[in-house]
């Protein structure tokens, strides 16, 4: 499931802009290279979706040769809201074709502050936290919030997956031009700092309402996945 983390980091990289003023859409295709070869490409789509306020998030991955040999064709969906400003996921889905055992589903409740899995199985979860793909809006949000201050914060978020809980902190290191098979970017560099195993950096670009144009990610001594923005 290495392409699928990877994604779930995507953009590891919200605070809203006016009090909670619609997101805008996204379809972007990125390029996606895992130690140094093509490994397909992924499709990310985000559309207003319900009540106001609501969207679905979607990503679909075209994966080639090895990679998919190894890892299939992960996809995940998520169904969140934003309110005051805030990120609350509804419903998260991690799919992989013909794989029962690596797809699953979340579903939140911020008033009992729990979330179930597709077989019942509740959990006690942080009133902050949301989905792994959701959290991509929300640190996007973030950055749209604090990139003029003169020295922003670090961020901080709370991510649910299958089993676990982990805790990002995210910070701005700085500006960077940026060329992707989409184009040359201005953007802001932002670093993964809680984990010196781990490494996740993401370039922002404003023109592309702060959705990444490249990420790069590495866990330990394995091979680096990078995503750049295609189109």
Not at 23 to 50: F, M, N, T, W
Not at 52 to 57: A, N, V
């Amino acid at each position: 499931m290495k392409l699928l983390s990877a994604i779930a980091a995507l953009m590891l990289v919200t605070g809203a802009r006016a009090a909670d003023a619609p997101l805008p859409d996204v379809d972007l295709v990125y390029a996606v290279q895992y130690a140094g070869i093509d490994a397909g490409e992924a499709d990310i789509s985000l559309k207003p979706d319900g009540a106001p306020g609501c969207y679905r998030y979607d990503t679909q991955t075209r994966p080639v040769g090895f990679v998919k040999a190894l890892f299939g064709a992960p996809n995940q969906y998520s169904h969140f809201c934003v309110k005051d400003g805030v990120v609350r996921s509804q419903r998260y889905e991690s799919v992989l074709k013909d794989d029962d055992e690596q797809s699953y589903r979340l579903d939140f409740d911020y008033m009992k502050r729990q979330v179930s899995d597709e077989n019942g199985r509740s959990r006690d979860i942080p009133a902050e936290a949301v989905d792994s793909f959701s959290l991509h809006q929300a640190v996007r949000m973030w950055v749209a919030q604090h990139v003029n201050d003169a020295e922003p914060p670090i961020a901080r978020f709370t991510m649910v997956d299958r089993k676990n809980l982990t805790y990002y902190q995210l910070r701005i290191v700085g500006r960077e031009t940026i060329k992707t098979p989409a184009g040359v970017f201005e953007t802001i560099r932002l670093e993964r700092i809680d984990n010196p195993n781990k490494i996740g950096r993401f370039w922002l670009a404003a023109e592309r309402d702060w959705m990444p144009v490249k990420i790069e990610t590495r866990s330990g001594k394995k091979p680096s996945l990078v995503m750049a923005l295609k189109r």
